[in-house]
């Protein structure tokens, strides 16, 4: 059986552990372009009344180091 395919998809679940009014309502994970990320959603009204969903993304993995450039090396 082939392994599915998630890439540029992602599931957001109820937070059923959140404990302070400042945490994610909902928690899950998304794949954008092959690179996995966090993805976190507050249930909101808008000043106009209506509901939305406000989302943040973060990176699984975190950014590895940067590279050490010596910019005094001529060209």
């Known amino acids: 059986m082939a ?5 540029n998809r992602g599931a957001l679940f109820r937070n059923e552990q959140k404990e302070q009014p400042n945490h994610a309502d909902y928690n899950g994970s ?6 996995d990320y966090w993805l976190n959603g ?6 106009a009344g209506k509901k939305f969903l ?11 180091p940067k590279p050490d450039i ?6």
């Open 3 to 7: 392994e599915y395919d998630n890439t």
């Open 30 to 35: 998304i794949n954008i372009n092959g690179v």
């Open 42 to 47: 507050w249930a909101k009204i808008s000043k």
């Open 54 to 64: 406000s989302l943040s993304i973060k990176p699984k993995q975190a950014p590895g």
């Open 70 to 75: 010596n910019d005094s090396v001529p060209f």
